[in-house]
């Protein structure tokens, strides 16, 4: 990785873009031209960046003029954008769902399909927070004795709705310890000391659409159609880290044993299991980490070849900006950024 | 049920000890005569009920002689007392585990298995409050259709661990939100904006008992052992009520239609699942009430026969108080009690 890249920040002023920032700092990506973009009510700015003052910039097609990569945070923006960056040469890593199923589009998380970014046709998407954590943790089961079905219920943090969401907790916790009240705005009833067993909107079969997401991205990223996921997700009073009680069918049985190593011995997780300890994974513990962190891994013996995890990570981190500036690295490595034209 | 009864409540002082008086008051289980014991810490305390004061004695021998029922609220009172109770013809209804797995000792849950309540020899068991949750969904399901395996992951609220639990994240909250701390005591962690996949102590296979009881305790109240239970137990920063993500391999078909029916026929369940007008169980609306409300019924298409439930419940009324004054009521109804010696 010698080459430096110029890299346009799309969605710079929100959550997700100023972890962008942050990993692109603690990552030492080579970076030789940063360019920091926002819709216009977030244009004039001032972000400093490794001792740089940068402004940002109201977003328009020609942002990308000269830029090689362009990380989009998420929201429409890639709709509006996206193509205009590609037909200026700058590859796409989109954080949104946008792109995600177009079967012309790589779906990558680095850990576990870092040669699909390979055949990009300019724009590569990040997929989903929740499917990125399980994916990680996944693979290694995946590799070792093949999955048939995975059920999998989440316990998803407030930061997954963005600065709103986090804040909308805190000032409804308050209300409600103080004896008082905080109507609901960002979630659809109170979060506060409560359970939302909804998340996003309402699709098919009455699953919401991040239910799907874990079904439909889990395949396309693990590029297996015959994996079968069936998910609920469930949002909880918890700021960062989303956490999921996954309950696996492998092909081949793995004990708990083999289970354990394999996924200490695999890239991005760490196995967090010693019960004799009290250690496992904990949404406060795991924040502000790359990694996925494992425990309580079980046999489950209601079925053949059976097994529990309980996995955790930091959605913003590894769900969202991390993926993407690793994705970003592959570019590099494997050389496939696109010609200027 | 014209004939009344002698209760004694051991444990009044406690969480469960209260709400078990609040609800023989509403359900106006008919009483003649009423005695509340607990430990010598908590003797001497004065308690209203239906506008009479009584004083807290110290549970001894002889604190059940005359008494026709004695309720147990919880911990090791019915180990110490348990067997004195039934020598005198008092019959215990214990919410403790301490016998709940004893072939001699029938475990009860009135809407699931109300006629074993007849084959007791002194002591009835009050089942765990995430089983109660749990059955009083799964029964029209395995009625319906029979049931071959159940995957389920809890969120537990804090007041499953009494009342120390509910201080503890009052306290705590409130400390993290003006940015000071509080360590934990009642709970192995902070739960405070945390997760805690964790409860009661780890035993075989890594299971904690915990998950153990919602295993062995479903096959007891359903009278089939064949019902194959999978479980991962999680502690959530919530007051009151449990919540359980329930994944379900039934025998035969039942369509989520098919499922929303025999769900909203059955007794004590409540069916709350309008999504397109975001109507789903919380844990925040169930609280205070006597029944279990089940929503997001969904087909889950990656077994031949699956279903998916969100289920909420009272675990201090339903999962404890309410379900051991039904069996109270069952043993009248049955004419059941114990002659005295």
């Known amino acids: 990785m010698n080459k430096k890249a110029n890299v ?4 710079a002023s929100g959550a997700v873009g100023q972890e962008l920032l942050n990993i692109l700092n603690e990552r030492e990506f080579p970076i030789n031209k940063l360019k920091l973009c926002a819709t216009s009510r977030s244009a004039g700015r001032e972000v400093e960046f490794q001792g740089k003052k940068y402004i940002i910039e109201e977003t328009t097609d020609d942002s990308f003029n000269g830029m090689d990569i362009a990380l989009f945070a998420g929201g429409k923006a890639s ?3 996206g193509p205009a960056a590609v037909e200026r040469g700058c590859v796409v890593i989109d954080n949104s769902s946008n792109y995600r ?3 012309e589009v790589p779906l990558v998380v680095p850990e576990v399909n870092p040669e699909d970014v390979k055949w990009h046709k300019g724009i590569i998407a990040n997929p989903n927070c929740s499917t990125i954590i399980m994916v990680v943790a996944l ?15 989440t316990y998803q943090a407030v930061s997954g709705a963005g600065k709103e969401g986090i804040e909308e907790l805190t000032a409804q916790t308050k209300a409600v310890i103080e004896g008082g009240e905080y109507p609901p705005n960002k979630f659809a009833h109170q979060i506060a ?12 079969m009455d699953y919401t659409k991040e239910e799907w997401k874990m079904v439909l991205e889990t395949q396309k990223i693990m590029n297996d159609d015959s994996i079968a996921v069936t998910a609920t997700t469930v949002r909880v009073p918890v700021y960062r880290s989303h956490s999921e009680s996954i309950n696996i069918e492998t092909k081949s049985k793995l004990s708990a044993a083999e289970a354990k190593k394999v996924l200490a011995d695999a890239p991005g997780v760490i196995v967090q299991d010693d019960i004799s300890q009290n250690i496992y994974p904990m949404p406060l513990f795991t924040s502000n980490t790359d990694e996925v962190f494992v425990g309580r891994i079980r046999e489950d013996n209601t079925i053949e070849n059976g097994l529990n995890l309980w996995v955790v990570g930091d959605q913003i981190r590894k769900g969202a900006a991390t993926n993407a500036v690793q994705i970003a690295e592959l570019l590099l490595k494997y050389n496939c950024l696109m010609e200027k034209k």
């Open 193 to 204: 000391f409560n359970l939302i067993p909804h998340i996003d909107v309402f699709k098919d």
């Open 139 to 153: 693979k290694p089961i995946y590799d070792a004795a093949g999955i048939k079905r995975v059920v999998v219920s």
């Open 79 to 81: 709709l509006d954008f």
């Open 8 to 11: 346009v920040i799309v969605g």
């Open 101 to 103: 199923m177009d079967p």
